[in-house]
């Protein structure tokens, strides 16, 4: 079962034309809370997003800027962490079935994220919210976590290389 899209925003393939369109989106209080929800957010405070977007034959591409607020749980505390997300992106809609399949597949900067698209409408909204989630801390941490996972018998990085070493054995079998 596929579920709807929680920030919607189609773009009808017959209203895009070759020249690039200026395009804004702004996610709606409700939006925002369904997003929150579906990527684990504490709160999403705000979304939108501006784009020129073109068509060439049945591709469509955007080129833009999200801008986001968002709150994330500490990973280590689950206190709140606020972030602001800015970041642009570059996306090329295809229709289902166009993009090319390979295991591996090299890309360098002016390379567009590929986006499948069915019927004739692309959903930037949903591109969009995409952006964001991947624009997010994947472990957040507030500037009380090392003391909570210290606290709870976490070592360090530089903690768990340095036992590892074997001067560290070493030390430990002299006795020092």
Do not use: H, N, W
């Not at 996610?27 to 705000?46: K, V």
């Not at 049945?58 to 709140?80: H, I, L, T, W």
């Not at 801390?137 to 290389?161: I, M």
């Amino acid at each position: 079962m596929t579920m709807a899209p929680e920030f919607p925003r189609p773009l009808r393939l017959d209203t895009l034309g070759t020249a690039p369109r200026a395009v804004s989106i702004v996610a709606e209080a409700g939006e925002r809370a369904a997003l929150a929800e579906r990527f684990g957010l504490i709160s999403l405070d705000a979304l939108a997003a501006e784009a020129e977007v073109r068509r060439e034959g049945d591709d469509v591409f955007a080129d833009g800027r999200v801008r986001g607020s968002v709150v994330q749980a500490c990973v280590a505390s689950g206190e709140p962490v606020p972030a602001v997300i800015d970041t642009p992106f570059r996306l090329r809609f295809v229709p289902e079935g166009a993009a090319p399949e390979a295991d591996e597949v090299e890309l360098d900067a002016d390379d567009c994220d590929v986006v499948d698209y069915a019927g004739q409408a692309v959903d930037l909204g949903e591109a969009v919210a995409e952006t964001l989630s991947l624009a997010l801390d994947p472990f957040p941490r507030s500037p009380d976590a090392e003391a909570v996972l210290k606290a709870a018998g976490v070592k360090s990085e530089e903690e768990a290389v340095a036992e590892a070493s074997p001067f560290a054995k070493l030390k430990g079998l002299l006795g020092e």
